[in-house]
Protein backbone atom coordinates (compact mmCIF):
# COMPACT_ATOMS: atom_id res chain seq x y z
CA UNK A 1 0.00 0.00 0.00
CA UNK A 2 1.51 3.50 -1.42
CA UNK A 3 1.08 6.57 0.91
CA UNK A 4 -1.45 8.16 -0.77
CA UNK A 5 -3.58 5.26 -0.81
CA UNK A 6 -2.97 5.79 2.98
CA UNK A 7 -3.94 8.88 3.13
CA UNK A 8 -6.95 8.16 1.05
CA UNK A 9 -8.10 5.60 3.52
CA UNK A 10 -7.83 7.97 6.58
CA UNK A 11 -10.15 10.56 4.75
CA UNK A 12 -12.55 8.01 3.73
CA UNK A 13 -12.62 7.27 7.49
CA UNK A 14 -12.45 10.26 8.91
CA UNK A 15 -15.63 11.16 6.78
CA UNK A 16 -17.23 8.06 7.43
CA UNK A 17 -16.75 9.37 11.47
CA UNK A 18 -18.10 12.75 10.92
CA UNK A 19 -21.17 11.59 9.35
CA UNK A 20 -21.82 8.41 12.09
CA UNK A 21 -21.30 11.03 14.74
CA UNK A 22 -23.69 13.50 13.28
CA UNK A 23 -26.26 10.96 12.57
CA UNK A 24 -25.81 9.70 16.18
CA UNK A 25 -25.49 12.39 17.98
CA UNK A 26 -28.75 13.56 18.41
CA UNK A 27 -29.83 10.27 19.94
CA UNK A 28 -27.74 10.71 22.75
CA UNK A 29 -28.90 14.28 22.85
CA UNK A 30 -32.18 13.26 23.33
CA UNK A 31 -30.99 10.98 26.31
CA UNK A 32 -29.06 13.56 27.92
CA UNK A 33 -31.55 16.51 28.12
CA UNK A 34 -34.47 13.78 28.98
CA UNK A 35 -32.36 13.55 32.07
CA UNK A 36 -31.48 16.74 33.09
CA UNK A 37 -32.89 19.43 35.21
CA UNK A 38 -35.15 21.83 32.67
CA UNK A 39 -34.06 25.13 34.95
CA UNK A 40 -30.92 23.99 36.08
CA UNK A 41 -29.84 23.53 31.82
CA UNK A 42 -30.00 26.87 31.37
CA UNK A 43 -26.85 27.24 33.41
CA UNK A 44 -25.15 24.64 32.02
CA UNK A 45 -26.13 24.26 28.31
CA UNK A 46 -23.33 23.33 26.89
CA UNK A 47 -22.43 20.52 29.15
CA UNK A 48 -22.16 16.63 27.77
CA UNK A 49 -23.69 15.01 30.43
CA UNK A 50 -27.24 15.45 31.89
CA UNK A 51 -26.98 18.60 34.26
CA UNK A 52 -28.68 17.70 38.01
CA UNK A 53 -29.08 14.20 37.13
CA UNK A 54 -33.10 13.59 37.63
CA UNK A 55 -36.06 11.03 36.52
CA UNK A 56 -37.74 14.27 36.68
CA UNK A 57 -38.45 14.83 32.85
CA UNK A 58 -39.38 10.86 32.66
CA UNK A 59 -42.31 11.45 35.54
CA UNK A 60 -43.70 14.63 33.66
CA UNK A 61 -44.06 12.92 30.37
CA UNK A 62 -45.36 10.02 32.07
CA UNK A 63 -47.94 12.18 34.46
CA UNK A 64 -46.68 10.91 37.54
CA UNK A 65 -45.15 14.12 38.57
CA UNK A 66 -47.18 16.33 40.94
CA UNK A 67 -47.84 19.42 39.90
CA UNK A 68 -45.18 20.68 42.72
CA UNK A 69 -42.97 18.72 41.60
CA UNK A 70 -43.16 19.76 37.96
CA UNK A 71 -42.82 23.79 38.77
CA UNK A 72 -39.85 22.88 41.06
CA UNK A 73 -38.04 21.65 37.99
CA UNK A 74 -39.14 23.82 35.36
CA UNK A 75 -42.41 22.30 34.09
CA UNK A 76 -45.24 23.36 32.66
CA UNK A 77 -48.39 22.46 33.29
CA UNK A 78 -48.70 20.58 29.59
CA UNK A 79 -49.80 17.20 29.62
CA UNK A 80 -49.43 14.22 27.63
CA UNK A 81 -51.16 10.69 28.38
CA UNK A 82 -48.18 8.72 26.55
CA UNK A 83 -49.32 5.57 27.26
CA UNK A 84 -52.75 6.12 25.29
CA UNK A 85 -50.74 7.52 22.57
CA UNK A 86 -48.53 4.97 22.36
CA UNK A 87 -51.81 2.16 22.24
CA UNK A 88 -53.21 4.18 19.61
CA UNK A 89 -49.92 3.86 17.44
CA UNK A 90 -49.89 0.29 18.38
CA UNK A 91 -53.63 -0.66 17.41
CA UNK A 92 -52.98 2.26 14.09
CA UNK A 93 -49.80 1.27 12.75
CA UNK A 94 -51.00 -2.70 13.28
CA UNK A 95 -54.05 -2.87 12.13
CA UNK A 96 -53.02 -0.83 9.28
CA UNK A 97 -49.71 -3.23 8.59
CA UNK A 98 -51.77 -6.91 9.04
CA UNK A 99 -54.44 -5.67 6.48
CA UNK A 100 -52.58 -3.83 4.00
CA UNK A 101 -49.35 -6.83 3.53
CA UNK A 102 -52.30 -9.41 4.06
CA UNK A 103 -54.83 -8.20 1.35
CA UNK A 104 -51.17 -7.40 -0.83
CA UNK A 105 -50.32 -10.82 -0.78
CA UNK A 106 -53.27 -12.42 -1.81
CA UNK A 107 -53.73 -10.12 -4.67
CA UNK A 108 -50.27 -10.78 -5.53
CA UNK A 109 -50.85 -14.46 -5.57
CA UNK A 110 -53.62 -13.69 -8.16
CA UNK A 111 -51.05 -12.08 -10.55
CA UNK A 112 -48.80 -14.17 -10.38
CA UNK A 113 -49.64 -17.70 -10.29
CA UNK A 114 -53.33 -17.54 -11.11
CA UNK A 115 -54.37 -17.66 -15.18
CA UNK A 116 -57.11 -15.35 -15.19
CA UNK A 117 -59.13 -13.25 -18.12
CA UNK A 118 -58.34 -9.36 -17.63
CA UNK A 119 -55.19 -10.32 -15.17
CA UNK A 120 -52.49 -8.10 -17.37
CA UNK A 121 -55.18 -5.18 -17.25
CA UNK A 122 -56.58 -5.08 -13.89
CA UNK A 123 -52.99 -5.55 -12.66
CA UNK A 124 -51.74 -2.64 -14.65
CA UNK A 125 -54.37 -0.43 -13.38
CA UNK A 126 -53.26 -1.19 -10.02
CA UNK A 127 -50.07 -0.38 -11.14
CA UNK A 128 -50.93 3.48 -11.84
CA UNK A 129 -51.36 3.98 -8.47
CA UNK A 130 -47.60 4.10 -7.87
CA UNK A 131 -46.55 7.04 -9.48
CA UNK A 132 -49.56 9.20 -7.78
CA UNK A 133 -48.83 10.92 -5.19
CA UNK A 134 -50.31 10.34 -1.56
CA UNK A 135 -50.95 14.66 -1.72
CA UNK A 136 -53.56 14.17 -4.26
CA UNK A 137 -55.66 11.33 -2.50
CA UNK A 138 -55.24 13.00 0.91
CA UNK A 139 -57.98 16.08 0.77
CA UNK A 140 -60.90 13.97 -0.77
CA UNK A 141 -59.88 10.98 1.09
CA UNK A 142 -60.90 13.37 4.37
CA UNK A 143 -63.95 14.35 3.06
CA UNK A 144 -65.01 10.81 1.84
CA UNK A 145 -64.18 9.93 6.13
CA UNK A 146 -66.14 13.16 7.35
CA UNK A 147 -69.51 11.51 4.95
CA UNK A 148 -68.92 8.24 6.30
CA UNK A 149 -68.86 9.76 9.90
CA UNK A 150 -65.35 8.45 10.57
CA UNK A 151 -63.25 11.12 12.01
CA UNK A 152 -61.92 10.44 15.33
CA UNK A 153 -62.04 6.57 14.60
CA UNK A 154 -59.34 3.98 13.57
CA UNK A 155 -61.47 2.81 10.93
CA UNK A 156 -61.17 6.41 9.47
CA UNK A 157 -57.67 6.13 9.80
CA UNK A 158 -56.78 2.56 8.94
CA UNK A 159 -59.65 2.12 5.94
CA UNK A 160 -57.82 4.44 3.51
CA UNK A 161 -54.61 2.01 3.55
CA UNK A 162 -55.76 -1.02 4.28
CA UNK A 163 -56.85 -3.10 0.73
CA UNK A 164 -54.35 -1.71 -1.13
CA UNK A 165 -51.14 -0.83 -1.71
CA UNK A 166 -49.65 -0.76 -5.40
CA UNK A 167 -45.72 -1.17 -3.94
CA UNK A 168 -46.73 -4.08 -1.82
CA UNK A 169 -48.61 -6.21 -4.57
CA UNK A 170 -45.80 -4.99 -7.53
CA UNK A 171 -43.14 -6.55 -4.87
CA UNK A 172 -44.48 -10.01 -3.56
CA UNK A 173 -45.66 -10.44 -6.79
CA UNK A 174 -42.10 -10.15 -8.43
CA UNK A 175 -41.26 -12.66 -5.24
CA UNK A 176 -44.01 -14.89 -6.27
CA UNK A 177 -43.19 -15.42 -10.36
CA UNK A 178 -39.71 -16.08 -9.17
CA UNK A 179 -40.55 -19.34 -7.41
CA UNK A 180 -40.44 -22.59 -9.28
CA UNK A 181 -43.59 -24.60 -10.27
CA UNK A 182 -42.67 -27.85 -8.88
CA UNK A 183 -44.06 -28.77 -5.43
CA UNK A 184 -47.03 -26.45 -6.37
CA UNK A 185 -47.34 -29.13 -9.66
CA UNK A 186 -47.64 -32.11 -7.16
CA UNK A 187 -50.23 -30.45 -5.16
CA UNK A 188 -52.41 -29.59 -7.72
CA UNK A 189 -51.85 -33.60 -8.82
CA UNK A 190 -52.97 -34.35 -5.72
CA UNK A 191 -56.34 -32.25 -6.56
CA UNK A 192 -55.25 -29.24 -4.53
CA UNK A 193 -57.65 -26.20 -5.71
CA UNK A 194 -55.73 -22.50 -6.12
CA UNK A 195 -56.72 -21.69 -2.45
CA UNK A 196 -55.39 -24.47 -0.86
CA UNK A 197 -52.00 -23.72 -2.97
CA UNK A 198 -52.18 -20.31 -2.31
CA UNK A 199 -52.47 -20.98 1.55
CA UNK A 200 -50.59 -24.11 2.10
CA UNK A 201 -47.79 -23.20 -0.43
CA UNK A 202 -47.34 -20.70 -1.76
CA UNK A 203 -47.78 -18.14 0.57
CA UNK A 204 -45.65 -19.63 3.70
CA UNK A 205 -42.59 -19.82 0.90
CA UNK A 206 -43.15 -15.82 0.67
CA UNK A 207 -42.69 -15.53 4.12
CA UNK A 208 -39.35 -13.68 3.99
CA UNK A 209 -40.78 -10.73 1.61
CA UNK A 210 -43.76 -10.07 3.56
CA UNK A 211 -41.79 -10.21 6.55
CA UNK A 212 -40.08 -7.07 5.44
CA UNK A 213 -42.98 -5.34 4.00
CA UNK A 214 -44.18 -5.53 6.95
CA UNK A 215 -41.11 -4.00 9.07
CA UNK A 216 -41.09 -1.20 6.07
CA UNK A 217 -44.94 -0.43 6.35
CA UNK A 218 -45.06 -0.71 9.91
CA UNK A 219 -42.33 2.04 10.24
CA UNK A 220 -44.12 4.39 7.26
CA UNK A 221 -47.59 3.66 9.51
CA UNK A 222 -46.14 4.72 12.87
CA UNK A 223 -44.21 7.87 11.49
CA UNK A 224 -46.97 8.97 9.50
CA UNK A 225 -48.43 12.44 10.36
CA UNK A 226 -50.28 14.12 8.00
CA UNK A 227 -52.93 11.23 7.80
CA UNK A 228 -53.81 10.97 11.61
CA UNK A 229 -53.32 15.22 12.10
CA UNK A 230 -56.34 15.62 9.11
CA UNK A 231 -58.92 12.85 10.72
CA UNK A 232 -58.30 13.34 14.30
CA UNK A 233 -58.69 15.85 17.12
CA UNK A 234 -59.48 13.89 19.77
CA UNK A 235 -56.73 12.03 21.97
CA UNK A 236 -58.67 9.21 22.38
CA UNK A 237 -57.35 7.91 18.87
CA UNK A 238 -54.52 10.73 18.67
CA UNK A 239 -51.05 8.41 17.86
CA UNK A 240 -48.08 9.59 18.85
CA UNK A 241 -46.67 11.35 16.25
CA UNK A 242 -48.88 13.93 16.98
CA UNK A 243 -49.64 13.71 20.56
CA UNK A 244 -46.08 14.69 20.95
CA UNK A 245 -46.73 17.72 18.21
CA UNK A 246 -49.59 18.58 20.31
CA UNK A 247 -47.26 18.87 23.97
CA UNK A 248 -45.11 20.89 22.00
CA UNK A 249 -47.47 23.32 20.87
CA UNK A 250 -49.40 23.52 24.50
CA UNK A 251 -46.64 24.50 26.08
CA UNK A 252 -45.83 27.99 26.54
CA UNK A 253 -43.31 28.95 23.93
CA UNK A 254 -41.24 31.40 26.31
CA UNK A 255 -40.14 28.81 28.39
CA UNK A 256 -40.37 25.46 26.79
CA UNK A 257 -40.34 22.28 29.01
CA UNK A 258 -37.35 20.89 26.94
CA UNK A 259 -36.09 18.40 29.80
CA UNK A 260 -39.95 16.93 29.63
CA UNK A 261 -40.25 17.36 25.91
CA UNK A 262 -37.46 15.27 25.12
CA UNK A 263 -38.31 12.54 27.58
CA UNK A 264 -41.50 12.26 25.63
CA UNK A 265 -39.30 12.32 22.50
CA UNK A 266 -37.67 8.79 23.88
CA UNK A 267 -40.44 7.03 24.82
CA UNK A 268 -42.00 8.02 21.45
CA UNK A 269 -39.40 6.65 19.58
CA UNK A 270 -38.48 3.71 21.59
CA UNK A 271 -40.85 1.13 20.26
CA UNK A 272 -38.76 2.16 16.79
CA UNK A 273 -35.63 1.70 18.72
CA UNK A 274 -36.48 -1.32 20.01
CA UNK A 275 -37.37 -2.63 16.26
CA UNK A 276 -33.87 -1.40 15.00
CA UNK A 277 -32.00 -3.73 17.79
CA UNK A 278 -33.68 -6.40 16.89
CA UNK A 279 -34.22 -6.23 13.78
CA UNK A 280 -31.60 -3.67 12.29
CA UNK A 281 -29.46 -6.34 10.10
CA UNK A 282 -32.69 -7.58 8.44
CA UNK A 283 -33.67 -3.97 7.70
CA UNK A 284 -30.63 -2.43 6.04
CA UNK A 285 -30.84 -5.87 3.96
CA UNK A 286 -34.39 -5.04 3.42
CA UNK A 287 -33.93 -1.54 1.91
CA UNK A 288 -30.82 -2.80 -0.12
CA UNK A 289 -33.45 -5.78 -1.58
CA UNK A 290 -36.73 -3.23 -1.93
CA UNK A 291 -33.88 -1.12 -4.41
CA UNK A 292 -32.25 -3.71 -6.56
CA UNK A 293 -36.15 -4.87 -7.22
CA UNK B 1 -58.28 15.68 -17.94
CA UNK B 2 -58.41 13.03 -16.04
CA UNK B 3 -57.73 10.84 -19.24
CA UNK B 4 -54.32 12.74 -19.76
CA UNK B 5 -53.01 12.64 -15.83
CA UNK B 6 -54.10 8.72 -15.72
CA UNK B 7 -52.18 8.29 -19.08
CA UNK B 8 -49.15 10.55 -18.06
CA UNK B 9 -49.20 8.80 -14.67
CA UNK B 10 -49.07 4.98 -16.48
CA UNK B 11 -46.09 6.10 -18.61
CA UNK B 12 -44.10 7.04 -15.89
CA UNK B 13 -45.02 3.63 -13.74
CA UNK B 14 -43.12 1.91 -16.51
CA UNK B 15 -39.74 4.33 -16.00
CA UNK B 16 -38.76 2.66 -12.70
CA UNK B 17 -39.97 -0.28 -13.50
CA UNK B 18 -37.59 -1.14 -16.37
CA UNK B 19 -34.76 -1.59 -13.86
CA UNK B 20 -36.78 -4.83 -12.36
CA UNK B 21 -36.93 -7.61 -14.54
CA UNK B 22 -38.98 -7.72 -17.94
CA UNK B 23 -43.14 -8.17 -17.93
CA UNK B 24 -43.46 -11.82 -16.87
CA UNK B 25 -46.32 -12.69 -18.49
CA UNK B 26 -44.29 -14.50 -21.28
CA UNK B 27 -42.08 -15.41 -18.58
CA UNK B 28 -44.62 -17.76 -16.48
CA UNK B 29 -44.83 -21.09 -17.26
CA UNK B 30 -47.31 -22.12 -14.52
CA UNK B 31 -49.53 -24.89 -14.77
CA UNK B 32 -52.17 -24.84 -17.54
CA UNK B 33 -55.19 -22.61 -17.00
CA UNK B 34 -58.18 -23.95 -15.42
CA UNK B 35 -61.42 -22.56 -15.16
CA UNK B 36 -62.57 -22.53 -12.02
CA UNK B 37 -59.35 -20.12 -11.21
CA UNK B 38 -60.72 -16.95 -12.74
CA UNK B 39 -63.77 -16.87 -10.19
CA UNK B 40 -61.36 -17.93 -7.15
CA UNK B 41 -58.70 -15.07 -8.72
CA UNK B 42 -61.14 -12.51 -8.38
CA UNK B 43 -62.44 -13.03 -4.83
CA UNK B 44 -58.44 -12.71 -4.09
CA UNK B 45 -57.84 -9.59 -5.87
CA UNK B 46 -61.37 -8.26 -4.51
CA UNK B 47 -60.07 -6.08 -1.34
CA UNK B 48 -57.27 -4.77 -3.43
CA UNK B 49 -59.75 -3.45 -6.36
CA UNK B 50 -61.79 -2.32 -4.18
CA UNK B 51 -59.36 -0.70 -2.10
CA UNK B 52 -58.02 0.86 -5.42
CA UNK B 53 -61.60 1.95 -6.39
CA UNK B 54 -62.92 3.60 -3.04
CA UNK B 55 -59.65 5.15 -1.80
CA UNK B 56 -57.82 5.84 -4.65
CA UNK B 57 -59.67 6.10 -7.57
CA UNK B 58 -62.80 7.98 -6.67
CA UNK B 59 -60.85 10.28 -4.65
CA UNK B 60 -58.74 11.11 -7.43
CA UNK B 61 -61.87 12.08 -9.32
CA UNK B 62 -63.26 13.96 -6.91
CA UNK B 63 -60.26 15.51 -6.16
CA UNK B 64 -60.10 16.88 -9.89
CA UNK B 65 -64.23 17.89 -9.54
CA UNK B 66 -63.29 19.60 -6.29
CA UNK B 67 -60.54 21.93 -7.98
CA UNK B 68 -62.93 23.48 -9.91
CA UNK B 69 -65.79 24.68 -6.85
CA UNK B 70 -66.48 26.40 -4.31
CA UNK B 71 -66.43 24.05 -1.49
CA UNK B 72 -66.14 25.34 2.65
CA UNK B 73 -67.09 21.39 4.09
CA UNK B 74 -70.65 21.88 5.59
CA UNK B 75 -71.94 22.81 2.46
CA UNK B 76 -71.93 21.39 -1.01
CA UNK B 77 -69.39 22.04 -3.15
CA UNK B 78 -70.99 24.68 -6.25
CA UNK B 79 -69.04 24.56 -9.27
CA UNK B 80 -67.33 27.47 -10.32
CA UNK B 81 -65.55 26.93 -13.68
CA UNK B 82 -62.22 28.15 -13.62
CA UNK B 83 -62.39 30.79 -10.99
CA UNK B 84 -60.02 28.71 -8.46
CA UNK B 85 -57.58 28.58 -11.19
CA UNK B 86 -57.54 32.47 -12.13
CA UNK B 87 -57.48 32.83 -8.29
CA UNK B 88 -54.67 30.55 -8.04
CA UNK B 89 -52.75 32.14 -10.91
CA UNK B 90 -53.06 35.97 -9.04
CA UNK B 91 -52.34 34.52 -5.91
CA UNK B 92 -49.03 35.72 -5.14
CA UNK B 93 -48.29 33.42 -1.85
CA UNK B 94 -49.02 30.26 -3.86
CA UNK B 95 -45.87 31.59 -6.44
CA UNK B 96 -43.81 32.18 -3.18
CA UNK B 97 -44.68 29.01 -1.39
CA UNK B 98 -44.02 27.68 -4.48
CA UNK B 99 -40.32 28.85 -5.15
CA UNK B 100 -40.33 27.98 -1.63
CA UNK B 101 -40.73 23.71 -2.18
CA UNK B 102 -38.47 23.86 -5.37
CA UNK B 103 -35.83 25.68 -3.28
CA UNK B 104 -36.07 23.36 -0.68
CA UNK B 105 -36.57 20.36 -3.06
CA UNK B 106 -33.29 21.33 -4.87
CA UNK B 107 -31.37 21.61 -1.86
CA UNK B 108 -32.38 18.81 -0.39
CA UNK B 109 -31.99 16.56 -3.20
CA UNK B 110 -28.64 18.02 -4.53
CA UNK B 111 -27.01 17.55 -1.03
CA UNK B 112 -28.82 14.33 0.29
CA UNK B 113 -27.83 12.49 -3.24
CA UNK B 114 -24.59 13.45 -2.88
CA UNK B 115 -23.78 13.14 0.43
CA UNK B 116 -25.14 9.84 0.19
CA UNK B 117 -23.34 8.90 -2.69
CA UNK B 118 -20.14 9.38 -0.93
CA UNK B 119 -21.12 7.83 1.74
CA UNK B 120 -22.37 4.40 0.24
CA UNK B 121 -18.98 4.65 -1.97
CA UNK B 122 -16.84 5.13 0.71
CA UNK B 123 -18.41 2.17 3.15
CA UNK B 124 -18.66 0.19 0.11
CA UNK B 125 -14.73 0.73 -0.85
CA UNK B 126 -13.37 0.56 3.02
CA UNK B 127 -15.47 -2.77 3.18
CA UNK B 128 -17.78 -1.72 6.35
CA UNK B 129 -20.01 -4.04 8.05
CA UNK B 130 -23.70 -4.28 8.51
CA UNK B 131 -23.71 -2.42 12.04
CA UNK B 132 -21.94 0.92 10.94
CA UNK B 133 -24.99 0.75 7.89
CA UNK B 134 -27.31 -0.08 10.64
CA UNK B 135 -26.54 2.90 12.30
CA UNK B 136 -26.67 5.00 8.92
CA UNK B 137 -30.53 4.28 9.34
CA UNK B 138 -31.44 4.77 12.66
CA UNK B 139 -32.88 8.56 11.62
CA UNK B 140 -34.82 6.61 9.01
CA UNK B 141 -37.13 5.00 12.04
CA UNK B 142 -37.90 8.25 13.22
CA UNK B 143 -40.75 10.30 12.86
CA UNK B 144 -40.56 13.60 11.05
CA UNK B 145 -42.31 15.21 14.24
CA UNK B 146 -39.19 13.78 16.47
CA UNK B 147 -36.56 14.79 14.00
CA UNK B 148 -37.89 18.60 14.35
CA UNK B 149 -38.16 18.83 17.57
CA UNK B 150 -34.75 17.49 18.45
CA UNK B 151 -33.47 19.83 16.11
CA UNK B 152 -35.00 22.84 17.08
CA UNK B 153 -33.88 21.95 20.35
CA UNK B 154 -30.32 21.45 19.32
CA UNK B 155 -30.52 24.77 17.61
CA UNK B 156 -32.15 27.04 19.97
CA UNK B 157 -30.11 30.22 19.58
CA UNK B 158 -29.78 30.39 23.33
CA UNK B 159 -29.19 26.86 24.68
CA UNK B 160 -28.97 24.71 21.88
CA UNK B 161 -25.55 22.88 21.58
CA UNK B 162 -25.07 23.68 17.99
CA UNK B 163 -25.02 27.26 18.87
CA UNK B 164 -23.21 26.75 22.18
CA UNK B 165 -20.50 25.61 19.56
CA UNK B 166 -21.29 28.01 17.09
CA UNK B 167 -21.13 31.26 19.32
CA UNK B 168 -18.18 29.68 21.03
CA UNK B 169 -16.39 29.94 17.68
CA UNK B 170 -17.83 32.72 15.66
CA UNK B 171 -18.83 35.12 18.99
CA UNK B 172 -22.82 34.81 18.05
CA UNK B 173 -25.86 32.31 17.47
CA UNK B 174 -27.41 31.69 14.33
CA UNK B 175 -31.01 31.93 14.28
CA UNK B 176 -31.61 29.22 12.31
CA UNK B 177 -35.18 28.79 12.13
CA UNK B 178 -35.61 32.16 13.04
CA UNK B 179 -34.53 34.11 10.21
CA UNK B 180 -35.55 34.12 6.71
CA UNK B 181 -32.28 33.44 4.80
CA UNK B 182 -31.44 29.88 7.66
CA UNK B 183 -35.27 28.72 7.53
CA UNK B 184 -35.29 27.03 4.16
CA UNK B 185 -31.74 25.34 4.03
CA UNK B 186 -31.86 24.57 7.74
CA UNK B 187 -35.08 22.57 7.06
CA UNK B 188 -33.12 21.31 3.88
CA UNK B 189 -30.16 19.98 6.30
CA UNK B 190 -32.77 18.06 8.87
CA UNK B 191 -34.45 16.53 5.61
CA UNK B 192 -30.74 15.59 4.38
CA UNK B 193 -29.80 14.05 8.26
CA UNK B 194 -33.29 12.04 8.14
CA UNK B 195 -33.34 10.69 4.73
CA UNK B 196 -29.03 10.06 4.31
CA UNK B 197 -28.93 6.68 5.67
CA UNK B 198 -31.79 5.25 4.10
CA UNK B 199 -30.52 6.56 0.52
CA UNK B 200 -26.71 5.71 1.42
CA UNK B 201 -28.12 1.90 1.97
CA UNK B 202 -30.06 1.82 -1.50
CA UNK B 203 -27.30 3.12 -3.13
CA UNK B 204 -24.81 0.55 -1.55
CA UNK B 205 -26.92 -2.32 -2.43
CA UNK B 206 -26.37 -0.59 -6.17
CA UNK B 207 -22.71 -0.87 -5.69
CA UNK B 208 -22.79 -4.70 -4.39
CA UNK B 209 -24.20 -5.49 -8.01
CA UNK B 210 -20.96 -4.13 -9.22
CA UNK B 211 -18.68 -7.06 -10.14
CA UNK B 212 -15.32 -6.54 -8.45
CA UNK B 213 -13.75 -8.06 -11.91
CA UNK B 214 -14.96 -4.39 -13.44
CA UNK B 215 -12.27 -2.48 -10.63
CA UNK B 216 -9.60 -5.11 -11.30
CA UNK B 217 -9.42 -4.45 -14.62
CA UNK B 218 -9.64 -0.96 -14.17
CA UNK B 219 -6.84 -1.59 -11.89
CA UNK B 220 -4.15 -3.25 -14.36
CA UNK B 221 -5.19 -0.33 -16.83
CA UNK B 222 -3.55 1.88 -14.37
CA UNK B 223 -6.87 3.48 -13.56
CA UNK B 224 -7.45 6.02 -10.34
CA UNK B 225 -9.64 5.52 -7.90
CA UNK B 226 -11.25 8.65 -8.84
CA UNK B 227 -11.20 7.33 -13.02
CA UNK B 228 -12.54 4.83 -11.57
CA UNK B 229 -15.92 6.31 -9.98
CA UNK B 230 -16.07 8.56 -12.64
CA UNK B 231 -16.03 6.11 -15.70
CA UNK B 232 -17.36 2.96 -14.01
CA UNK B 233 -19.07 3.60 -10.72
CA UNK B 234 -20.84 6.30 -11.72
CA UNK B 235 -22.33 4.89 -15.40
CA UNK B 236 -23.04 1.39 -13.66
CA UNK B 237 -25.10 3.36 -10.70
CA UNK B 238 -27.43 5.18 -12.95
CA UNK B 239 -30.36 3.38 -12.63
CA UNK B 240 -30.45 2.90 -9.05
CA UNK B 241 -28.98 6.43 -8.94
CA UNK B 242 -31.99 7.91 -11.15
CA UNK B 243 -34.54 6.22 -8.62
CA UNK B 244 -33.27 7.64 -5.98
CA UNK B 245 -33.25 10.90 -6.89
CA UNK B 246 -36.95 10.47 -8.31
CA UNK B 247 -38.12 9.07 -4.91
CA UNK B 248 -36.33 11.78 -3.36
CA UNK B 249 -37.96 14.55 -5.21
CA UNK B 250 -41.33 13.32 -4.80
CA UNK B 251 -41.36 13.10 -0.61
CA UNK B 252 -39.21 16.57 -0.62
CA UNK B 253 -41.93 18.34 -2.72
CA UNK B 254 -44.67 16.69 -0.29
CA UNK B 255 -42.66 17.61 2.63
CA UNK B 256 -44.58 19.19 6.09
CA UNK B 257 -44.26 17.47 9.06
CA UNK B 258 -40.58 18.70 10.10
CA UNK B 259 -42.19 22.51 8.16
CA UNK B 260 -45.14 21.77 10.71
CA UNK B 261 -43.47 20.88 13.69
CA UNK B 262 -40.61 23.35 13.50
CA UNK B 263 -41.58 26.74 12.07
CA UNK B 264 -44.93 26.38 10.49
CA UNK B 265 -44.20 28.30 7.55
CA UNK B 266 -42.06 31.33 9.07
CA UNK B 267 -40.84 33.47 10.12
CA UNK B 268 -42.98 35.55 7.51
CA UNK B 269 -44.06 33.04 5.42
CA UNK B 270 -40.15 32.37 4.54
CA UNK B 271 -40.28 28.60 4.83
CA UNK B 272 -43.88 28.40 3.76
CA UNK B 273 -43.58 25.41 1.57
CA UNK B 274 -46.67 24.09 -1.01
CA UNK B 275 -48.27 21.80 1.32
CA UNK B 276 -48.01 23.85 4.72
CA UNK B 277 -50.25 26.65 2.76
CA UNK B 278 -52.35 23.17 1.29
CA UNK B 279 -53.34 22.53 4.64
CA UNK B 280 -53.78 25.89 5.82
CA UNK B 281 -56.16 26.63 3.03
CA UNK B 282 -58.03 23.66 3.96
CA UNK B 283 -58.18 23.08 7.22
CA UNK B 284 -57.09 27.41 8.56
CA UNK B 285 -59.48 28.95 6.26
CA UNK B 286 -61.72 25.59 5.24
CA UNK B 287 -61.51 26.89 1.61
CA UNK B 288 -61.43 23.28 0.55
CA UNK B 289 -61.86 23.69 -3.39
CA UNK B 290 -59.17 26.16 -3.78
CA UNK B 291 -56.81 23.81 -1.55
CA UNK B 292 -58.00 20.96 -4.14
CA UNK B 293 -56.98 23.03 -7.40
CA UNK B 294 -53.64 23.53 -5.60
CA UNK B 295 -53.03 19.61 -4.74
CA UNK B 296 -54.08 19.29 -8.21
CA UNK B 297 -51.03 22.02 -9.45
CA UNK B 298 -49.09 20.04 -7.51
CA UNK B 299 -49.62 16.41 -8.73
CA UNK B 300 -49.11 17.67 -11.95
CA UNK B 301 -46.20 19.54 -11.29
CA UNK B 302 -45.04 16.41 -9.77
CA UNK B 303 -45.59 14.06 -12.75
CA UNK B 304 -44.31 16.57 -14.93
CA UNK B 305 -40.78 16.57 -13.50
CA UNK B 306 -41.01 12.86 -12.70
CA UNK B 307 -41.68 12.18 -16.13
CA UNK B 308 -38.60 15.29 -17.07
CA UNK B 309 -36.33 13.28 -15.09
CA UNK B 310 -37.01 9.69 -16.51
CA UNK B 311 -36.57 11.47 -19.99
CA UNK B 312 -33.00 12.90 -19.22
CA UNK B 313 -32.01 10.40 -17.75
CA UNK B 314 -32.78 7.84 -20.89
CA UNK B 315 -31.31 10.35 -23.03
CA UNK B 316 -28.35 10.12 -21.48
CA UNK B 317 -27.91 6.40 -21.23
CA UNK B 318 -26.86 6.06 -25.02
CA UNK B 319 -23.66 7.17 -24.67
CA UNK B 320 -22.64 5.45 -21.38
CA UNK B 321 -23.25 1.93 -23.06
Given at each position: ????????????????????????????????????????????????????????????????????????????????????????????????????????????????????????????????????????????????????????????????????????????????????????????????????????????????????????????????????????????????????????????????????????????????????????????????????? | ??????????????????????????????????????????????????????????????????SF???????????T??QNVQEL????????????????????????????????????????????????????????????????????????????????????????????????????????????????????????????????????????????????????????????????????????????????????????????????????????GY??T????????????????????????????
Open positions: MNLSMKLGRSVAWGYLIVVLLITVFPFYWILRTALSNNFAMSTDPSSLLPVDFTWGPFKRALGLATPAEAAAEGGSGAKIDLALALWNSIVYAGLLTLCTVGFSALAAYAFARLQWKGRDVVFGVLLTALMVPSVFTLLPNFVLMKDLGLLNTFGGMILPGAFFSAFNIFFLRQFMLGLSNEVEEAAIIDGAGPLRVCFRIVLPMSVAPMATLTLLTFITTWNDYFWPLLVTNDESVRPLTLALAVFKQSSPQASLDWAGLMAATLVAALPMLLLFVVFGRRLVNSIGFTGIK | MVTTVQDSSAHVVRGPATTAPPPTARRRKGPASRRHDTWVAWLLVAPAVLGFGVFFAYPMLRGVYLTEFHILTPPVWGLIDDGRFWHSLGVTAYFVVLSVVLGVGVSLVTAVVLHRLGVGTTVRGLMILPFLISGVVTALVWTWMLDPQLGIVNQLITWIFGEPVMFFGSGGWAVPTLAALNVWKSMGYNAVLIFAGLQTIPASIYEAGRIDGASEWQMFRSLTLPLLRPILVMVVILNVISATQVFDIVQVSTKGGPADASLVLQMYIYDKAFGQFDFAAMSLALFLLLVTVTFTQLRMARAGESDTN
